[in-house]
């Protein structure tokens, strides 16, 4: 056999880089390949939060000393920028009435970080390993050979080809190499939401160190809105706020600051960055792999991978990576690992889509509807836990424990939770 590259890497987000870095160490011969100029300059939306929940992702971060400590997968990252704890998070109804969710000892449910800075250091440590970057360079097309895979690339209008010995796609959740390598088949799309994140300063009254939901017509139409924290102070937000391809996210925006019930939470504000993104939510793919080619992080499911999920894919990926250039079943323990360790992969899970949709707040239930909810809980701290996949389940027990009180007061509202509420009324 030529003289090959042990392994090509599309994308240097966090999954991408970590396989460098991983596979680097175990002394194989790498490149990664990223479109982007310079790295660690973020342009795509993400809030960019751990999440602390003990068991999340099958993994329990710990962070100190310059270190993410994935303490169950028994690995680190090396990282040194800013934090920022969230202990609080809180789900708004359209009048106010709060739903609160904390950790009664006041540990933080998650935590920002600079993900720019992450991936600064992660990208250092693969440099002091050798592995070669090729930046502004977008990988297009390609094909499996069997014994390699080929790879296409375009860089300043000149196109050239790279072959390796192994591929790891870790492009992100838009992938293309994910179809065009034949992973796809099967897969379903679900839509393709759009998201715009602005960074907003010299706001007011926020609580500090939370994760706000506002729900409601007064906001949003069909979907909450969110306020986090930034890493730069606590008059310094930053706002979610979802759409779609017919619906801009950016519609809603000069409704929510001028008049909605946070309109004097934005009187002296200023917007001083703003990212959006499209995601095309593919139903996560249970056999990641083909042939000599493997697809990890987003580009494997969607956005619910998050940061944390994506490092250690590479971690994971890396390691499988080895295992078969050394005649083992690297992909399929990836594979078993990949199936376990996520909750969108699990059973349960099966209808994502359907699922999330029966537990949704908005658009199915009226403003006074999700008031009257959420006062049923008002004054109360529900446990705390920050996944996404959990919370949400919480807060409907935690409503339903009210359920003769809500079929008694509000019986047509109590005939459409039985309706619309797929864990059931007796869950
Ligand atoms: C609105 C929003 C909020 C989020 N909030 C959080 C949060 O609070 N916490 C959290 O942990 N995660 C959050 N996430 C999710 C998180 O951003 C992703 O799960 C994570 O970045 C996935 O990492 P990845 O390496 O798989 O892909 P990405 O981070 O998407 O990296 C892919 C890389 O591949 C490059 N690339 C793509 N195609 C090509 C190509 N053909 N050729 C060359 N290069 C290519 C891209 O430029 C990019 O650098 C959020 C995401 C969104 C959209």
Known sequence: MRNLTDLVIVGAGPAGLMAAKTAAEMGLKVTVIEKKKEISKIRRACCAQFVMDNGYENEFLQIQDGKIMFTRNNFSV??????VNVKNSFYYSPSG?????AHSDGRPLAIKFDKGQLLQNIMEECEKLGVEFRTETLAYGGTDLGNSVKLELKSKEKTS?????????????????TDIFGLNNGRSLFGTPFVLLYTIE???DFEPESWIQYYGSVYHPFAEIIVGPTLEGTDTIELTIMGNKNILPETFFENIIKNSPLKNNFKHSQIIDKKGCSLKSYSSLRKPYLGNVI?????AAHIEVIVQGAI???????KAVYEELNERNGFEQYTSWWNDAFDFNR?????????YGSLAMRPKYTDAELDYM???LQGKTLCGIFSQFETPKIVWRSILEHKEQIQSEQPVLFDKISKLYSLNLSA
Do not use: Q, W
């Open 347 to 355: 059973t349960e899970f099966n209808n994502f889509i359907s699922l």
């Open 78 to 83: 090396p990282y040194t920028g800013r934090l």
């Open 312 to 318: 250690m894919c590479g971690y994971h990926a890396a």
């Open 374 to 376: 959420f006062s049923l």
């Open 202 to 204: 010299k706001t007011c």
């Open 161 to 177: 080809t790279i072959e390796a010995k192994k591929l790891i796609i870790a492009e992100g959740v838009n992938a293309k190499l």
């Open 97 to 101: 009435h709060k739903i609160h969710i």
């Open 295 to 299: 697809s990890i992080g987003d580009s």
